[in-house]
């Protein structure tokens, strides 16, 4: 049976698959000089993942402000023309009222690219957000890019339709399917329990005392969202029956805020739903209903639930899929009910129009829980991914039973690491967390940091219902001190293991 890895599992693709043979060859001289030195030959996307690919070796990241306006112009031709433009002062990323100063430094810096490109704004304007400080421009000759880097009030210029997964192996026109499956799951018996009224309650919520906490609190009031890629609407337990058995008085709702197009400039909503199974095993994690049914039940069984699918997997390669996360960050920082967001997606490098979109979503009061990445084996060296690597999200990570905090299989860790959640038992591949699958009576298991992450956002849940006037910083406070390192931080592992007993006492 086929096991959903959670997370960036192509991540493995950085360093292998996604660069031909001819640039596997290019010196590390010859690609620094493509970083730094400037021409007007279009470069390969071989070429270009090369750069790209130096610079994630030697320094653990990569940002398009460290190329050349080759690199950064040949990025923006091979990703459709688009470049999305970060304006205003350093760490500037949204507005909460009508600016003028920025209106007009918006206007300006649209009149540059006009006045470069020889053509009008109708023409060049792809999005303008109307509250954060980003417009996305179509560009198609490496001196606007010049010009636009000698401007002042620019925050960022990055190639927002280029994908370091779009090469020869990887058309544009096709999609990844990172972290996505359908399919049902025959579960170990011993990997769940039977409770009342008649609901399996996974093995991973007895290593964090979740029944425990279900005395003192079962999420009531709280509203989480979920950013993922939706929750199916083939699973009556995330729909129609999300009320049933003890789980009642709550809601679920679902929005889709991703395009379904090649074509940066298409306004072809893909509707709410999930197509690929990751946002429907995270919705379960969270909230899935306690009942008779015999099915998993969620960490806060009683939550309300905002469902997005703003992606369509968990890997954010695509302009439309870093859109509909920057929209619908937007859109739930916008929303006095909610107060979690859920994010088990991410990329390996900063994305500025969604780092703007958490800054947004922070500002408004959210607490915002992120998956600190998920790879295969080979590539679990990398560091926490963004955006859990950014410091408004708590990163999170998945470790497995073995009782030494041995991180999982396909798990990162690293620093920005706030807590852990065990989800994988120790040499027994696949058998992880258990949750609902995608069709009506199907289960599964599911594990990474992604299933770490949504666990961590219902325990929240339940922090927060048991205490609703508590501020984020409270209630994360709370989660803190609850864990088994604090007060103490461990380098990798942030506060460890929390206990959601302790945490609703």
Same mark, same amino acid.
């Given at each position: ?13 950085l ?8 640039a ?14 400037? %021409? ?82 109708? $023409? ?24 636009? #880097? ?5 925050r ?6 280029? %994908? ?47 029944e425990?906490?279900?005395?003192? %609190? ?9 950013? $993922? ?23 679920i ?13 298409s ?22 209903? /306690?009942?008779n ?15 997005? #699918? ?13 859109k509909?996360v ?18 088990s ?18 500002? /408004? ?23 859990a ?12 039973? $073995?009782?030494?905090y ?9 620093s ?8 994988? #038992? ?53 989660m ?26």
């Amino acid at each position: 049976m086929k096991k959903i890895i959670l997370g960036l599992a192509v991540i493995s693709l950085l360093f292998n698959v996604s660069c031909s043979q001819d640039a596997l060859e290019q010196t590390n001289e010859e690609a620094a000089n493509l970083s730094t030195k400037t %021409s007007q030959e279009l470069l390969t996307i071989p070429q270009i993942n090369n750069v790209i690919s130096q610079e994630l070796k030697s320094n653990g990241t990569f940002s398009w402000e460290a190329t050349s306006d080759q690199v950064l112009w040949s990025a923006v031709t091979h990703g459709g023309g688009i470049i999305t433009i970060g304006y205003g002062n350093k760490g500037e990323s949204f507005r909460l009222s009508d600016s003028q100063r920025l209106t007009d430094l918006k206007n300006a810096i649209i009149e540059s690219v006009t006045i470069s490109e020889e053509t009008l704004k109708k $023409d060049i304007l792809v999005e303008d957000d109307k509250i954060l400080n980003v417009i996305d421009l179509e560009v198609k000759d490496m001196s606007t890019i010049t010009a636009l #880097r000698a401007l002042d009030g620019i925050r960022y210029l990055e190639a927002n339709g280029y %994908s370091f997964y779009t090469n020869e192996a990887y058309p544009q026109n096709e999609r990844s399917t990172s972290g996505c499956s359908k399919d049902g799951q025959n579960l170990n018996s011993n990997d769940y329990r039977t409770i009342s009224p008649g609901a399996q309650l996974s093995w991973t919520f007895d290593e964090h005392n979740i029944e425990q906490a279900w005395a003192y %609190s079962t999420g009531a009031g709280i509203t989480v969202g979920l950013i $993922d890629t939706g929750v199916s609407q083939s699973q009556p337990l995330l729909g129609s029956q999300f009320n049933d058995g003890v789980s009642n008085g709550r809601s679920i709702q679902k929005y889709g805020t991703f395009i379904d197009s090649i074509w940066p400039w298409s306004n072809n909503y893909d509707g709410p739903h999930d197509k690929c199974g990751h946002g429907t095993a995270m919705g379960s994690t969270i909230a899935s209903p /306690r009942n008779n049914n015999n099915m998993p039940v969620g960490v806060a069984y009683n939550c309300n639930l905002v469902s997005y #699918r703003a992606t369509e997997d968990v890997l954010l390669n695509d302009y439309h899929e870093r859109k509909g996360v920057k929209d619908a960050l937007v859109q739930l920082g916008n929303r006095s009910d909610v107060k979690i967001i859920s994010m088990s997606v991410g990329y390996p490098w900063s994305i500025g129009n969604v780092k703007d979109g958490i800054r947004y979503a922070y500002n /408004r009061g959210k607490l915002i829980f992120a998956a600190g990445g998920t790879s295969t084996a080979a590539t679990n060296w990398y560091p926490v991914i963004f955006p859990a690597s950014m410091s408004e999200a708590v990163a999170v990570t998945g470790i497995t039973d $073995d009782g030494t905090y041995q991180q999982c299989d396909t798990c990162h860790d690293g620093s920005q690491i706030e807590f852990t959640i065990v989800m994988e #038992r120790d040499n027994n591949n696949g058998r992880t967390g258990t949750v609902l699958g995608f069709y009506n009576g199907d289960r599964k298991y599911v594990g990474g940091s992604s299933v770490a992450t949504a666990t961590t956002a219902g325990i929240a849940a339940l922090v927060w219902s048991r205490n609703p006037g508590w501020s984020r910083n409270q209630v994360l406070n709370k989660m803190r001190q609850s864990s088994e390192f604090y007060p103490n931080k461990s380098s990798t592992k942030g506060y460890g293991n929390i206990d959601a007993l302790q945490a609703v006492q």
